[in-house]
């Protein structure tokens, strides 16, 4: 038995894959195992040909996945964008396992990453001892998936030094990759192609340049757009974490998650969720991700400080440190949202005392 | 599809698509008639529509004489099928009739989309009739829809695609009507009778011309037109009704008015779309056009879109198309595929182009010899009614606004010139409504009546004029402040559909500015409207919660505004403070919001980065509002007048705390103690240099105040000049003298 704690999708949900495959007729780009149809159906869930049920890998908009499964079509690069918790790279990964029945010719890209990480590398051994040949030369994922005509995912594209991002231009407009060292070239098979995941809101990361960003189609994948959807996916998750951290859960959870959630879409969105009030938004992010972090930081203070009471005390720290991201305009935001909106909500009269306190 | 010589063109109303195939199918039918969908009784304005000067958008506007506000219109665009048919009638000398309803017909009717049955009432019956509406009024929009396209455009080119014959698509579309019309019961009155008098009147035309007829109507009344009544049935539907004299004329109209719903028939959803659809119809790169134009709109607006990116697109286009199996990239696929290539994936960025590409920004025109505009038409019944001869002397003309007719003259007034036509000046002005009476300098140019003209784009009578124009400054304008002030003069000139846009666009703007000036700055006009409120309750209250909002905002912004200014710009903060803060105690807010506004204050007081002329202003506001007691307020100036203390900022100090309070030293004990105290404590050197600003704050007082003012330190006088001495119950027997008053001017008979 596999004791690997998870595998690559293409493993786990190989019968989809295989059912998928076996029903299509449509024409496939070079190098595909589905058509494109066949893909937009593994992603959206719904029937494969022989009646097999596919389950549903992305929930959100179609027109989305019809763009990135028809870019990678036209071999053109695709950027998938978002905040952090918007299934990016569960899309990207579910796409390459989809499309090549291979999702695993990946890079992590980090602020460490070099030329070396991305292009290849050198097997110093051999170098010294036979000079530089094909033998020493050591491949990459990227370099793997040109000579094989695979995807090549690169994860989190905006984390990796500009120079070194910029080293993807020619592999995306000339579909070669030169090595000068034994003066010759890589040219990409037919299937080849990259999707990259970057976040669009950190701050301290290297922007594309606009060389490189021409190079991609871009799809952002948006935060969770129904109410209920969101709270649903915090409630799972904190309860998910709260487990792994042996933390007590208070029975009033749920009603608290709803609060900052609420708190959360409305500056946000940059409107109550009447519709009502226009407000100011925040300079951060504000994702689904950062609310689960503030709930379980606030379940932490309940467990160890307040007696196992998750009450909007415990809760506010974290809310304004999650909002107030920059010491001056952020602060005038929720001071705002707090005088104009939270004031003359009774239900809230407990955020409004503790946000009040904490700012 | 023909049938005794009559073709029947099932159209699309305002659709390029079946524009191209109508005029293809006209000019292989050669029919001697073109018989149109449109008020029967404006035929004669007929071959006016295909005059060479006439350059569409324009709209045929038919109203009763006596009541332009209940104007009906049938615009017209480049694109529309029934334009297109007039040119080419023209062109080829054939007949033109309209052979719908006459006008007065639907004027009499409640109008174009309802139905003279009997309402049956409730939400559900109002729901489903809406959807009936749109299917009545464009159904193949519905059968686009139901075929999962967003666009009935690109619907009607991918069927086209597939059926390249002019004939069989009207056929086709026949047939679809047929189908959609099949096991219906009843239709509305109003319907049943417009079908049968273009029954009636292609029958007439049919006795009439000999050779080929074409009927152009919407695809929706085809079957019934083509069906079998008789003439006594149709008859006997049409009879009584209305029969109402109607005045008809052509008037400009814009590519955004196309797109609204009101009026005739369907609006266009996308005109913009549409117009590139039929200017590119026929060519295969119809595709890039559009891209191109929406690469044209991004760079305007400051983006960089390459060459590149536009290739990029279309073969995004083209790649969506073939995955939803459409024939080719309709506009959904170049939207999507735009958002992904050319704006970054950001939907947002599509959302700020949309409009301008959607909408376009075209203006029609009209030829000169066309009929009376409605415009001065409404003028002159409107100055018939305010017994007001436009006269080009100047004349005064003063207006009590108690009486009723006092009141319809100002507004007329006021509502002319938000139309740009200023028949009248008003000579006291300020605050327009702050007393019962207006002057006003009257004087007519000639130029007036062409101006009143332009703004027919706006709407056939003064005051929807006034109303769309006054809606299209405030889209534009830029800033918080100049919004209020477009606000008030909409609801002096009473135009509540503009104040409450205004309004809609006021609480927008507030939720977003940041800049505390403005905020400040626009509490005033808004107090004003408030206090004045002849605004209707429902508005009155919303200004209310508004204004509470702007006050909150300015005043959590405040102390952050008030630091490190230069003195032009505290010199402005400083004078928008004190307009605001007599406008919010005139306005008498809540507890709260006081206290709000009081805290904001007291923040740019403490904060040691406050400007300080915006610091001795916020404290003279204080101790007005009694906030700071009088000790406090002594010690307050006797440490910031300190010699410690910079001279400039002690001067800017001292000069924000009595610039325009300069007399309050000559009557406040308190005060002029405070400052006796603190300029005695000066030794002689600290004096000298601080006299300077002593004079320019004396200097701001004319000399009898001056002269007071020493008689006052010197003790020669009581604080208060002769004759005003207080009694000490004057509380008392003012109020009750006030209720005396009050019966008096209430007109209660006087029980003494």
């Known amino acids: ?359 | 599809m023909a049938q005794g010589g009559i073709s029947y063109f099932g159209i699309r109303h305002h659709g390029p698509g079946s524009c191209e195939s109508l005029v293809k199918a006209l000019q292989e039918l050669q029919p001697v008639a073109v018989l149109i969908e449109g008020p029967v009784d404006a035929s004669p304005l007929l071959p006016l529509l295909a005059s060479s000067d006439m350059k569409p958008p324009v709209a045929l506007l038919c109203y009763p004489e006596d009541d332009p506000a209940a104007t009906s219109f049938w615009p017209f665009a480049e694109f529309s099928p029934e334009y297109q048919a007039a040119l080419w009638a023209a062109a080829n000398n054939a007949r033109l009739r309209f052979i719908d309803l006459p006008s007065a017909a639907r004027l009499a009717g409640p109008g174009p989309e309802g139905s003279m049955e009997a309402d049956s009432g409730g939400a559900e019956a109002t729901e489903l009739r809406a959807e009936e509406v749109a299917r009545i009024q464009d159904p193949i929009g519905t059968l686009a829809r139901a075929a999962g396209y967003e666009d009935g455009e690109s619907w009607w080119s991918d069927i086209i695609e597939q059926n390249p014959e002019p004939g069989p698509i009207f056929a086709a579309i026949a047939d679809a009507m047929t189908t959609l019309r099949d096991g219906e019961t009843s239709i509305g009155r109003f319907e049943a009778m417009r079908e049968a008098h273009m029954r009636l009147e292609i029958a007439a035309a049919r006795k009439e011309f000999d050779g080929p007829l074409a009927v152009v109507c919407g695809a929706w009344h085809v079957p019934a037109l083509r069906a079998a009544h008789t003439q006594k049935s149709d008859q006997a539907l049409l009879k009584g009704i209305g029969r109402r004299k109607t005045m008809m004329t052509y008037a400009p109209w814009t590519g955004p008015r196309l797109a609204l719903g009101h009026g005739y028939g369907a609006g266009v959803v996308a005109p913009g779309w549409c117009k590139h659809l039929w200017q590119t119809r026929g060519r295969r790169d119809a595709s890039v056009f559009w891209l191109a134009r929406i690469a044209t709109v991004l760079r305007a607006k400051g983006h960089m879109i390459s060459t590149a990116s536009l290739i990029e697109a279309e073969r995004l286009a083209q790649a969506l198309a073939a995955i939803r199996e459409r024939p080719k990239p309709g506009f959904e696929e170049l939207r999507d595929a735009s958002i992904a290539a050319l704006f970054n994936g950001e939907a947002l960025l599509w959302k700020m182009v949309e409009a301008e590409l959607l909408l376009g920004a075209d203006v029609g025109e009209i030829p000169p010899d066309t009929p009376l505009a409605p415009l001065i038409d409404d003028l002159q019944r409107n100055q018939k009614a305010a017994r007001l001869k436009p006269e080009a002397l100047e004349r005064e003309l003063s207006i009590d606004l108690r009486s009723e007719s006092g009141l319809f003259r100002s507004t007329l007034l006021h509502r002319l010139n938000v139309l740009g036509v200023s028949w009248g000046t008003l000579t006291d002005v300020g605050r327009s409504r702050g007393t019962f009476r207006e002057r006003w300098m009257l004087a007519w140019q000639p130029e007036y009546a062409v101006r009143l003209v332009e703004n027919l784009i706006h709407g056939p009578t003064i005051e929807k004029a006034a109303n769309g124009r006054l809606i299209q400054m405030i889209g534009a304008a830029a800033t918080l402040d100049a919004l209020a002030t477009l606000v008030q003069s909409a609801i002096t000139a009473a135009l509540s559909e503009a104040s409450t846009a205004g309004l809609a666009a006021l609480e927008e703007k507030a939720a977003h500015s940041s800049e505390c000036l403005e905020l400040v700055d626009s509490v005033p006009p808004l107090a004003d409207i408030i206090r004045y409120g002849e605004a209707r309750k429902t508005e009155t209250e919303r200004l209310a919660g508004l204004l509470e909002r702007l006050i909150v905002e300015g005043s959590i912004a405040l102390p952050y505004a008030a630091r490190d200014l230069d003195a032009q710009a505290a010199a402005a903060l400083t004078g928008a403070l004190r307009k605001a803060d007599e406008a919010i105690k005139l306005v008498e807010p809540t507890q709260d919001i006081l206290d709000a506004w009081r805290a904001g204050l007291a923040a740019v007081l403490e904060s040691s980065r406050s400007t300080a002329l915006v610091a001795g202003c916020a404290a003279h506001l204080l101790y007005e509002a009694g906030r700071l007691s009088a000790d406090a307020t002594a010690d307050l100036l006797a440490k910031r007048l300190s010699p410690g203390t910079q001279v400039l900022d002690a001067a800017a100090f001292f000069e924000g705390f009595f610039s325009g309070a300069g007399q309050r030293l000559i009557y406040d004990e308190y005060l002029r103690g405070a400052v006796d105290a603190w300029l005695a404590s000066l030794d002689e050197e600290a004096f000298v240099a601080h006299l300077p600003l002593l004079r320019r704050v004396f200097s701001n007082l004319d000399s009898m105040e001056r002269r007071r003012l020493i008689e006052a330190v010197l003790g020669k006088r009581a604080s208060l000049p002769a004759g005003l001495t207080p009694t000490p119950d004057g509380g008392e027997a003012w109020r009750r003298h006030f209720g005396l008053l009050r019966g008096l001017i209430a007109g209660e008979p006087s029980h003494g």
């Open chain 1, 1 to 359: 038995m596999n004791a690997a704690i998870r595998l690559p999708v293409e493993q786990v949900y190989a019968a989809e894959l295989q059912a998928l495959a076996r029903g299509d007729d449509r024409q496939k780009p070079a190098g595909w195992s589905l058509s494109p149809r066949a893909v937009l159906t593994y992603l959206m869930g719904g029937k494969a040909g022989d009646g097999t049920a596919i389950s549903p890998k992305y929930v959100g908009r179609r027109q989305l996945m019809e763009t990135a499964v028809a870019t990678l079509a036209t071999d053109r690069a695709l950027l998938l964008l978002g905040v952090p918790g918007t299934a990016k790279s569960w899309v990207s990964e579910h796409l390459a396992g989809a499309i090549m029945g291979n999702s695993t010719l990946i890079v992590q890209c980090t602020a460490g990453t070099d030329e070396n990480q991305i292009r290849y590398g050198w097997n110093y051994a051999q170098l010294l001892a036979k000079g530089p040949s094909h033998d020493a030369l050591v491949p990459t994922p990227l370099y793997r998936a040109m000579q094989e005509g695979k995807l090549c995912r690169l994860e989190e594209l905006t984390r990796m030094g500009s120079d070194v991002q910029d080293t993807l231009i020619t592999v995306l407009s000339e579909k070669m990759m030169p090595v000068p060292e034994l003066n010759t070239s890589i040219y990409a098979q037919r299937g080849f192609n990259i999707i990259a995941t970057a976040n669009n809101r950190d701050k301290g990361v290297n922007e594309l340049s606009s060389a490189l960003k021409r190079r991609f189609n871009v799809v952002v994948l948006p935060l969770p757009e129904d109410m209920n959807e969101e709270v649903s996916i915090v409630s799972r998750r904190v309860g998910e974490m709260a487990g792994g951290l042996d933390l007590p859960v208070p029975k009033n959870v749920g009603e608290e998650i709803a609060r900052v959630l609420t708190i959360f879409r409305e500056l946000r969105s940059g409107a109550t969720a009447d519709g009502k009030v226009t407000l100011k938004t925040p300079s951060g992010s504000l994702s689904t991700a950062e609310a689960i972090a503030t709930m379980v930081s606030g379940l932490s203070q309940a467990a160890w400080f307040d007696g196992g009471k998750l009450h909007a005390e415990g809760l506010a720290p974290s809310l304004v440190g999650a909002i107030v991201k920059d010491p001056v305009q952020d602060k005038v935001v929720l001071e705002e949202y707090l005088e104009t909106v939270l004031k003359k909500r009774p239900d809230y009269a407990g955020y409004y005392a503790a946000l009040n306190a904490a700012i």
